[in-house]
């Protein structure tokens, strides 16, 4: 048998464009699977010499699903290039706004993208094998999933004037205070979110125990672990220090987001346009290391809400206090992590300074450079600003949370596909799977969008003569 390529293209259910490619050897077992980042967007370079106070519009246009965390990441970091730290008030909001955030993107990727995997099999025909799929199989759970979805999104339309691209973070603070009314509507919705997202623990807890041999199996991968911690090492999600633990959990850093240059780096590959950060003291690829949600909670010691946290010792006995690897469990953590942000919902609308009109500061002392760090529904996220004495940017770098995740996506594609891909016949069920495998991370790429029930990807197997053998397509 001669060597073949199978290619992938393009990955589905993700944020974005991207290809894997699966190079088999001569007796049709996977050599290597490699996954491409395929697009080019030199976002920070064309963002040179605009003013610092445009970039909490400017960069959400970098995603049409996670556009809040670049909005609030541009406006923290613009916030300590000109000078002008927001009051209280200012930050608990930007913080509700956050959580609104981690709620809508968390439940509409259980739901609606690694749903139809979870809850009609990696195996199901590709044309039912997804959110259409969900509705029928499950209607009422599809309607308390959109319901979930759309709560998260009221929350931002509520402060932010709109559901994407929000404008209300400012440098110094927000443009707007929160109404009596307004807090009374948020909360009216809140007991029914939660108790969607405690559906979807005891969906996944299920699913988990029912398929316990493919989650062992399905790229276990170690590495260290990155996130935003308190002082005590609880879960944060909008402020806070870096942590970063190592494969037996232990801390090897903490430290302020500021100094984030003097920790990570960024290797290259030429067959991807993404970046591999990595921890400089271990260097690459010793110093790999997770973001998101298996990261934060493997990060983290505890969660400061007691739903959340109640789940949490019960991710903790996991792997007996270990960090868990197996990829699979993201979808787990990411619930976990929406059940903590609907719960700081109640947190941030109880607390007397919320409904405050003190909300922004005017006063600037520039400072010529800032740096913005917030956890985004799929990491780390970390916003870096120079600017002139006129507030004129010079430079922008920008380390998106997907980009900290990109040794893990690649490993985890290798792994899926060495362990599911047996030859010579390869099923589409097989190829799912490792598509799966950059599902599970969330992977926000770009800032495209695909359409209900639509999910085209052509699969074509080659043989070392450039003949195609095998063609699986679906549109």
């Known amino acids: 048998m001669v060597a073949q390529k199978i290619t992938i293209e393009p990955v589905t259910r993700i944020e974005g464009h991207a290809k894997v490619t699966i190079r088999l050897d ?52 613009a916030d300590e290039t000109l000078g002008c730290p927001p009051p209280r008030p200012a930050s608990l909001l930007r913080e509700l706004m956050h959580m609104g955030q981690v709620i809508q993107s968390h439940g509409m990727h259980f739901f609606e993208l ?109 590495s260290g672990y990155l996130g935003l911690v308190t002082s005590d090492n609880s879960l944060e999600l909008y402020d806070g220090q870096v942590r970063l633990v190592d494969v037996n959990g232990d801390q090897l850093e903490k430290f302020d987001g500021s100094d984030y240059l003097d920790y990570i780096a960024e290797h290259v590959e030429s067959w991807s346009y993404l970046k591999f950060p990595y921890y400089k003291k271990l260097g690459w690829p010793k110093g790999v290391y997770r973001v998101g949600p298996l990261g934060r909670l493997n990060t983290s010691d505890q969660i400061d809400t007691p739903l959340a946290n109640k789940e949490h010792k019960i991710w903790k006995s996991i792997n007996a206090g270990r960090p868990v690897e197996n990829t699979l469990y993201y979808h787990y953590a990411r619930l976990i992590e929406a059940l903590y942000a609907a719960e700081n919902v109640a947190v941030l609308l109880n607390d007397p300074d919320i409904l405050s009109t003190d909300i922004l500061n005017t006063r600037q002392d520039p400072k010529g450079e800032g740096v913005g760090v917030i956890e985004a529904p799929r990491g780390t996220l970390i916003h870096h600003y120079k600017a002139n004495a006129n507030g004129q940017l010079e430079h922008v770098n920008l380390i998106v949370a ?42 926000c790429l770009s800032c495209s969008t695909h359409a209900v029930g639509q999910m085209p990807i052509i699969i074509e197997m080659i043989d070392a003569q450039g003949n195609l053998i095998q063609k699986i397509s679906r549109d």
């Open 26 to 77: 001569d007796t049709g077992k996977v050599d290597h699977a490699y996954l491409h980042v395929n697009e080019f967007r030199g976002f920070e370079k064309f963002c040179e010499g605009r003013m610092v106070f445009e970039m909490p519009l400017i960069t959400p246009r970098i995603c049409g699903i996670c556009p809040v965390s670049h909005h609030l990441a541009a406006a923290k970091a």
């Open 114 to 222: 690694a749903g139809p995997d979870l809850l009609l099999g990696f195996d199901a025909d590709p044309a039912i094998r997804n959110v259409v799929g969900i509705i029928q199989a499950n209607p009422e759970l599809a309607v308390k999933a959109v319901s979930l979805r759309k709560y998260g999104q009221e929350i931002i339309s509520t402060l932010g004037g709109r559901r994407i691209h929000p404008n209300f973070a400012i440098p110094g603070g927000v443009n707007k205070a929160l109404t009596s009314a307004d807090r009374e509507k948020i909360l009216a919705g809140l007991d029914e979110s939660i108790q969607t997202i405690q559906i979807g623990i005891s969906v996944i807890k299920d699913w988990v125990q029912r398929n316990a041999e493919d989650v062992a199996k399905f790229a276990p991968l170690k």
């Open 402 to 443: 997907t980009g900290h995740n990109n040794w893990a996506m690649s490993e985890a594609v290798d792994s899926v596909a060495k362990t599911y891909i047996t030859g010579p016949h390869i099923t589409e069920g097989m190829l799912n799977r490792v598509e799966a495998a950059v599902r599970a991370h969330d992977p």
